[in-house]
């Protein structure tokens, strides 16, 4: 009787929370993995008019050995890599600078963590026009900007590039996100105790070797959550490309394009099967951290 008025109180305050998790989160999760797995492909399927049958992974079979749907994850992971080494790069930098004593501080971090308060759909639609793939009297953007400064050579076609335009796309993503991750390293490099820092100067450290051997090895769980972080978001890129290039452009197109496109044409079983590919794409990423969250937590 003492263990059950010991766990029911907690239980019934966390059942709202998790009877809603049942059933908009893992519910909605297996009813788009048993869609996955039939042969709903037609707007009468969809509409319940003629019935759909189980394929079991033949939807996934399909997809995996479409040319254009391999084409969406190559672009998918340029667009990471591209996308996690420039906003990593630039926000440990923009860090590294903040961390030093330094005149107008204030002023630098608003204009870092500025572009987060913009939307992906604003910023797309100006960097459409800075991405304009016009090049000599037709120039606009950017391309016009190495123009007047006579780096005409650096002119080139962005995202309308075959092979590497979804690397353009990345372009704005970093300019976003960097302030981001500037933050999470800004907040490592404070959270480091003072005492530490003023031991390594004592025994001799210069200001390089203090960063090399005592501050970027502390930052090593703050790195590890921005990668996480960054490559979780990647893998939704989505409203910034339709703001800037065109679903139907096979250039930019990604998993999350290729699904909105399935959707609209009523391909309801091919749309799920794309979201479920990028589930498991996401767990590849997600439960590896988690699993050393708690390793951590257990020391």
Do not use: C
């Not at 059942?15 to 996955?36: C, D, E, K, R």
């Amino acid at each position: 009787m003492r263990t059950y008025k010991r766990w029911l109180p907690p239980l019934l305050l966390i059942s709202p929370t998790l009877v809603l998790l049942s059933v908009f989160v893992y519910g909605l999760l297996a009813v788009n993995v048993q869609t996955s797995m039939t042969d709903n492909h037609t707007s009468a399927q969809a509409a319940g008019v003629e019935p759909s049958v189980f394929v079991g992974l033949q939807n996934y079979l399909d997809l995996l050995g479409s040319d254009s749907f391999q084409h969406s994850l190559k672009n998918l992971l340029l667009y990471t890599v591209v996308f996690l080494v420039g906003t990593m790069v630039f926000g440990f930098l923009w860090a590294w600078l903040l961390d030093r004593p330094m005149r107008f501080e204030g002023i630098f971090r608003s204009v870092y963590l500025f572009p987060m308060a913009v939307s992906f759909v604003a910023s797309g639609v100006v960097w459409r026009w800075l991405l304009n793939s016009n090049q000599g009297e037709q120039a606009s953007g950017l391309n016009r900007l190495f123009q007047i400064v006579g780096l005409d050579f650096l002119q080139n076609n962005w995202w309308n590039n075959n092979s590497v335009g979804i690397a353009a796309i990345a372009i704005p993503a970093i300019w976003q996100l960097s302030g981001y991750v500037m933050a999470l390293f800004l907040a490592g490099f404070r959270g480091i105790p003072e005492e530490l820092r003023e031991a390594a100067r004592v025994d001799g450290a210069t200001e390089w070797k203090l960063y090399r051997h005592v501050l970027f090895p502390q930052l090593g769980p703050v790195a590890l959550s921005a990668v996480v972080i960054i490559g979780h978001m990647s893998l939704k890129a989505f409203d910034l490309i339709m703001a800037i290039s065109k679903p139907a452009n096979y250039q930019t197109k990604v998993p999350a394009i290729d699904m909105y496109q399935l959707k609209a044409s009523f391909d309801y079983a091919s749309s799920a099967a794309v979201g479920s590919i990028l589930l498991v794409i996401a767990a590849v990423l997600i439960i590896p951290y988690l699993i050393h969250l708690a390793r951590e937590g257990r020391r």
